[in-house]
């Protein structure tokens, strides 16, 4: 992924200014052929006449680049925001010039936050890690632009989302006539982003159905509720019981229902997969309206043990060919990054976690995500599940989330 060079950088949201830490793009090109990968949603990288003209001329370019005349700019000293049409990222270049992508010294989202010191028709002049950097005028505005049309979900109303057959992966889903539902942060500071919160279990008829564990029709690499070498899992398990009685589904989606109010509040936008004891929606119908609608997936659970071992992620299994599938493949690594901030946010407010904090697993929700998606325990048959103790959940989890996104 191209961000992730300027991942720190860019997920801050707010710049700092005046920084006496130079940036490590300015005057370093390394990257030219990565940074050129990344043409969806920034400026046009250019015509093929253009390219082929510059693959001619490369060097001579390259001097003419770095020596680019700047424009005249009017001298302003204002804040401006990072604007796209599709909430993509825009570059940020060292001279005035978009003939190939050897100046581009950073990558910034959309709604990033900048000050301006020069303005002309095409440029505009702004200050990065406190020096002069350049970005296209189209790209940038005075006015904050609206968080929600960078999310994920910028194209849904709020209120309920159904599984669109059309959908990649949704031919695998069995049970889908329910629907979750999408709430709108009303805080002052929206981020941006929107959580799909999917409280385990809890699908009537769930474990009388079987879809296939990975969209290759491949068998299962690790144990678990089905064991390894199985190509077909039930679409939705009934859960475990706790030593006290109460279901897993009851408690999973009560501390939804908190971690909803907790993320609203924060400025997040959230999908709930399902509110009440039961929701018409396999875990291949909740992953696919999560990789639709939502900028991450967290899967709400605990485990079946009897020892109060504490709170651990289930993390992609470090098997060759499981790594190899796609989407496995493109996004192993954000669901495992993602499990890491959770644990890292429960960790921060005191919950007991197990072991390393994860264990590998082969999950059907794993296996069709492609968003950052992950399935929390956070405890087991005997672990307190208290108004206060799932509070206290919710609590490190959305620190877990503001971690993971950088805010
Ligand atoms: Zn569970």
């Not at 015509?47 to 001619?56: D, Q, Y």
């Not at 990649?168 to 539902?181: C, E, L, R």
């Not at 068998?219 to 077909?232: C, F, I, M, R, Y």
Request: charge should be negative.
């Amino acid at each position: 992924m191209i961000r992730n060079r300027y991942a720190a950088l860019c997920m801050t949201g707010l710049l700092t200014f005046g920084s006496a830490v130079g940036l490590a793009g300015c005057g370093s090109y390394e990257k030219v052929e990565t940074l050129s990968e990344n043409g969806a949603s920034e400026e046009e990288t250019g015509t093929e006449e253009t390219k082929a003209v510059l693959e001619a001329q490369t060097s001579e370019k390259e001097t003419e680049m770095t020596q680019a005349k700047l424009p005249e700019f009017d001298s302003v000293d204002e804040t401006v925001y990072v604007v796209t049409e599709d909430g993509g990222t825009v570059n940020v270049r060292s001279s005035c010039n978009k003939l190939n992508n050897s100046n581009v010294i950073a990558s910034l989202d959309t709604g990033t936050e900048l000050k301006r010191t020069g303005v002309s028709k095409e440029w505009s002049r702004i200050v990065l890690e406190g020096e002069a950097a350049y970005i296209a005028s189209d790209f940038l505005s005075t006015e904050k632009p609206d968080p929600s049309i960078y999310s994920n979900s910028a194209s849904f109303a709020e209120g309920e989302v159904k599984l669109d057959p059309s959908w990649q992966y949704a031919d695998f889903s069995k049970i889908n006539s329910g629907a979750a539902v999408l709430y709108r942060s009303q805080a002052d500071s929206r981020k941006g982003k929107t959580i799909c919160v999917n409280a385990g279990h809890g699908t009537q008829g769930g474990s009388s159905v079987k879809t296939l564990c990975h969209p290759d029709g491949t068998p299962k690499v690790t144990g678990g509720t089905t064991s390894a070498g199985a190509t077909s899992a039930v679409a939705v398990s009934g859960g475990m019981t706790f030593a006290d009685g109460t279901p897993e589904y009851k408690v999973t989606v009560a501390l939804a229902r908190i971690l909803k109010d907790k993320l609203l509040a924060k400025g997040y936008d959230v999908l709930m997969i399902r509110e009440g004891d039961d929701v018409q929606l396999d875990n291949v119908a909740r992953t696919v309206i999560a990789n639709n609608a939502s900028d991450c997936h967290i899967a709400l659970h605990w485990d079946s043990t009897e020892s109060d071992k504490g709170a651990f992620y289930m993390s992609v299994p470090s098997n060759e060919s499981y790594r190899n599938m796609e989407p496995v493949k493109s996004h192993w690594q954000e669901h495992n990054a993602l499990g890491e901030s959770l644990i890292a946010g429960l960790k921060s407010v005191g919950v007991k976690i197990f072991s390393s904090g994860s264990m590998e697993m082969d999950l059907t929700q794993t296996s069709f995500s492609t968003v950052p998606s992950i399935d929390i325990e956070l405890g087991d048959k005997v672990s307190d599940h208290s108004e206060g103790t799932l509070n206290n959940l919710a609590d490190g989890l959305a620190v877990g989330v503001d971690q993971f996104f950088g805010f």
